[in-house]
């Protein structure tokens, strides 16, 4: 069965989140054109088995990992390996590493 048109946007929208950022399941609801899908984002991600799309750097509101199709210390490990810094589950300067959609050229400047 085909993936729909959604899937699809959010599956763009998140291979485009730049190494050393993230960004949140809202954000990735509201950059795919459905802001109030943040639950449908996270499910897509848990189904999502397509190596070319960054999963882990979707998260959780407020910098929190959320979950991971592949268990979340991989998760973690996959966000440490692109520089950035988890303390109890959160990422750390997550406001500084957050990615809205904006400045996807410079992946070291606050958005």
Not at 48 to 55: A, L, N
Not at 62 to 75: C, P, S, T, V, Y
Not at 91 to 106: C, E, M, Q, T
Request: glycine share 12%.
């Amino acid at each position: 069965m085909g993936q729909s048109s959604f899937t699809l946007r959010v599956l763009c929208v998140v291979r485009s989140i730049p190494v050393g950022r993230v960004s949140t399941y809202g954000d990735v609801a509201k950059l795919a054109g459905r802001p109030r899908a943040a639950r449908a984002i996270g499910n897509i991600m848990r189904n999502c088995s397509d190596q070319s799309v960054p999963c882990h750097r979707v998260i959780a509101a407020g910098g929190q990992l959320g979950g991971f199709r592949n268990g979340r210390w991989i998760k973690h490990s996959l966000l440490l390996a692109e520089g950035l810094s988890v303390r109890r589950g959160r990422l750390h300067n997550f406001p500084s590493i957050r990615w809205d959609g904006k400045n996807s050229h410079n992946t070291t400047e606050p958005v």
